[in-house]
């Protein structure tokens, strides 16, 4: 049996990032470039993958077993209903009573810590579980970061000829690129960010001084989903082997405005 070839040392930990969609996009675009030509990385990336779609299928999860349900909930429901019986209690001398007390109040507090940090692991795997929910919290995060990181855009310009041109050679697609200043939302410029386990152009539009940044790749890669996120609208549509994603802090309507516009200047 032939041995699989091991990736690179100072890629492997890069690997990772790439696969969980933690790199930033100059180092994303690098990643993928180093992985046109080393088979040993490409092929432990697609081991990564591998192992993170098993555990991500239904029979990879771990079901508890009606009894110990039941016996965890007696457990709790008891550590909640504790208390001293009054007929001990006037028994007891009052430093007696107060240790006791401490200890019931210090293993309420534990039992308390420990069912919310259960509570708080289940939300974070329920969540790595659902891809749409995952893609709107990058989306949402990479329009904050482009704003707080005064990285807004890597080309600033207007003029569609500017724009379209610079995103050739960075991506294995051509970016439609329109211009709605007529419709009253400009284009300020584009650049490149990594979402969804890739890298893809963000072409940013201003309206009234909101700032809406707007993702796409080719339809059938990933979907995002329509929804009010941290106060941010995600607005998700498809259209002409694109799949769209605005999002900005500006009001619904306006952004189904942009949507509308965006797509008459297309069709």
Known sequence: MTAQPEPCPDRELLLHGLADGELDAAHALTMEEHLRNCSACAVALEDIMRHKTRLQQEDARFRAPADLRRRMSAAIAKEGGARVPSAQTASLTRPRFLKMGKLSSLNRGAALASAMALAASLILFVSSLNPTAGLDEELVAAHVRSLLATHLTDVASSNTHT?????????????????????????????????????????????????INLFLWPAGKKEAATETRDGYHILAWTLGGFDYTAVSDLNMAELREFEQALKKALL
């Open 163 to 211: 724009v379209k041109p610079w995103f050739l050679g960075k991506l294995d697609f051509a970016p439609p690129v329109i211009d709605l200043e007529k419709e009253d939302f400009p284009l300020i410029g584009g650049r490149l960010d990594y979402v969804g386990g890739r890298v893809v152009p963000a072409l940013v539009y201003k309206r009234h001084g909101h700032i």
